[in-house]
């Protein structure tokens, strides 16, 4: 069974920057796409963006421009840089590995002044 946990959320003022890092086990993870998504209260989870085992990033509308996806495959791990931070922003933020039903437990990621 593949594990994925999040790290690296925190509370941060709006127009900060915060990293968020993704560890893989228990999968080959060169073999799979991985993809972030946040949830925030009263909504739905929803895509924030993705990356290719190429490592090809794409990215939903709202936060292209801000935010960036890598991965580093010889550690296992996929990272979600955030610049620019805005309050709409806050939300519980999960990994999950592309072809499998396997998600991290989420990091909190708090914007305020």
């Known amino acids: 069974q593949g594990r994925l946990v999040e790290s690296g959320g925190g509370l941060v003022q709006p127009g900060g920057s915060l990293r968020l890092s993704c560890a893989a086990s228990?999968?080959?993870?060169?073999?799979?796409?991985m993809g972030w998504y946040r949830q925030a209260p009263g909504k739905q989870r929803e895509l924030v963006g993705s990356?290719?085992?190429?490592?090809?990033?794409t990215y939903v509308d709202s936060v292209k421009g801000r935010f960036t996806i890598s991965r580093d495959n010889a550690k296992d791990t996929v990272y979600l840089q955030m610049n620019d931070l805005k309050p709409e922003d806050q939300a519980v933020y999960y990994c999950?590995?592309?072809?499998?039903?396997?998600w991290g437990q989420g990091t909190q990621v708090t914007v305020s002044s």
């Open positions: 990356i290719s085992t190429g490592g090809s990033p």
């Open positions: 228990g999968m080959v993870f060169s073999i799979r796409s």
């Open positions: 999950t590995a592309g072809g499998t039903p396997w």
